[in-house]
């Protein structure tokens, strides 16, 4: 049975992108029989069609991955049926995944974080208005919660 994970965030072009290449290049060394399909979208319109934040693309090639052709698009209504799971990547984006739901399709938006409870955090932040340590941070939290979900991915077979 295929899986199908959208990861969102505000922009789509910081964080919700990291989560979907860095959770792909996971899924294709560790698990490459599990059958997952992984995108992500933003909340707001601003960047439709824009490539990657070029801090972002730079700061997951330091550690190998490759997110240059990714594009950012819009959540749209179709999304929650599409997709088993719409992770969010902070709070303001959950609540807006929620409202936007049809209320038989809430159950499947969830925070990103809930896949790395040992970091004790709700969070993915911000890293657009921010310094360099951002972009390190989103990956490192990042790489944890694609773990984790790919653990219950294959967990629940
Ligand atoms: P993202 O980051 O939600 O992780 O893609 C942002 C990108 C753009 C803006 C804010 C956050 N912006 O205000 O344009």
Redesign the pocket.
Known sequence: MTRRILFV??????????AEAVFRDLLEREAPGLTVEADSA?T?A??IGSAP?AR?VAAALNRGIDMSQLR?RIVEEADFERFDLLLA?DEQ?YRHLVRMAPPERRDRVRLFLEFAPEQGRRE?P????GGATGFED?LDLVEEAARGLLAALAASG
């Open positions: 965030c505000l922009g789509n072009i910081c964080r919700s992108p990291t933003g707001h601003y960047h934040d972002t950012a990547m984006n993915v911000d890293p657009y208005y989103v």
